[in-house]
């Protein structure tokens, strides 16, 4: 279909679309069981779309192609959240936007978006044994009668890989994800250790999460 880079709205709109067209046909959370002794009927059924597909964005494939699909989201860079767990275990997070909180209070509203990322991360594992990176999403924004496309980065670090970050933002580049990551699995020894229930080893981790969003 062409490599995309993030924040490509064809890329987006591409994944959206096939996504869409999967469903009509298959529950998603209940695919991997429903797939299982028809998978070359899947298989087949994904190429279909897939062939679809490129007719349809053709056109604006072709008018993007001298950019190296270089085609970005607009808007300004935010960071929302960050945050560390290990095997769906919450341990340190900042919320970086109180915008998101939306009368709920903001250590209710972290605390819940922490769990619910952490449980993202760990049931893709154990369901799928597959390791998510990374999760579009759209946000509608009913103000201003606008959308906005938001991005949950995952990445496996530590001690044989046993933690997690997650970082929630908009239009914020992988490559400022990447940074955090190795900056992290650089500088932090509490990483290098497993998580025995103890949350002292990770209050500088904290204080630099807290600190990403001026960075």
Known sequence: MGEFTDGSTVGFEILKKFQERIEKIYDLEKIVSSIKNKRKIFE??????VYYLERTYKERKEKIKSKNMHE????????LYSGISTM???????LHDLALVNGN???YFETTLSGRLATIWINSYLRAKSHVEEIQILLE????QKQKYGFINFARIGIERLYTLEM???NKSREFFKKTRDYCDENFPCLRSEFVGELSPYV?????LSKLKNK
């Open 44 to 49: 087949q059924l994904c190429e279909e779309i």
């Open 72 to 79: 970005k989201f607009s808007g300004k860079p935010s960071l």
């Open 88 to 94: 769906g275990l919450p341990i340190c997070s900042k």
């Open 105 to 107: 209070g903001p250590e």
């Open 141 to 144: 924004d009913n103000k201003k």
């Open 168 to 170: 929630f933002s908009l």
């Open 204 to 208: 500088q981790l904290k204080t630099y």
